[in-house]
């Protein structure tokens, strides 16, 4: 009985200490993105629960979608002073896992709106003698518009995944993702010229 009463007790306290951590990741949040893009709400947490493979552990405590690439490095800041396990996710399409929750405690930060990218332009890039053609993404740019920016100017985007239709720019960078052009042009990493990401100290590191 008394083991019993222990249990029902410290689930009882799980309520009221989820209630508090919600209240305190909404407070350090609401001053750097929108409050509606922090979600505790059921539907959101389950459709972040797995990616393509289905593999189901835990539901994040809470989603956020940043609108712009400034506010991600405060975020993750953020999150990690609250003591959560920061997961980014893209299209959720890929095979790996990586964008599973496997503890109660997590952040999905998730980047779809990170949709903006430049018209390709000429550079000469180090090392180069000539020009070549490049485009600059946001992680949330979803990997067929990029092909079909490279087919208007006469190009091929090298990296193609199966998944193209809905994975996203940052997952394909990265997962190293390929396709069967790989076997021509490389994977991601491979045309990559460089890549600008936030540190788990908060901080903007360009690669």
């Known amino acids: 009985i008394a083991s019993a009463r222990r249990a029902v007790g410290e ?39 797995t990616d393509a493979t289905d593999w189901r552990v835990e539901y994040p405590f809470v989603v956020v979608n940043p609108d712009t690439e400034e506010e991600c490095a405060p975020i993750v800041g953020a999150l990690v002073a609250l003591g959560l396990t920061i997961i980014p996710r893209g299209g959720g399409t890929g095979y790996t896992g990586g964008a599973i929750p496997l503890e109660r405690l997590s952040a999905v930060v998730n980047t779809e709106k990170l949709d903006r990218y430049e018209p390709i332009e000429e550079r000469v890039l180090p090392g180069l003698a000539e020009a070549c ?75």
């Open 11 to 49: 689930f009882e306290a799980e309520f009221a200490e989820t209630r508090r951590l919600r209240r305190e990741v909404m407070r350090r949040l609401a001053g750097i993105t929108r409050k509606d893009n922090v979600q505790f709400d059921g539907m959101a947490r389950a459709s972040h629960v």
């Open 133 to 207: 053609p490049v485009i600059r993404c946001g992680a949330g740019v979803v990997t067929k518009r990029v092909m079909e920016a490279a087919e208007e100017r006469g190009l091929v985007f090298a990296v193609d995944p199966t998944s193209a239709d809905a994975s996203c720019i940052g997952g394909n960078v990265a997962m190293n993702a390929g396709g069967k052009k790989a076997v021509l042009w490389g994977t991601a990493l491979d045309n990559l010229v460089w890549w600008r990401m936030v540190t788990p100290q908060g901080e903007w590191l360009g690669v």
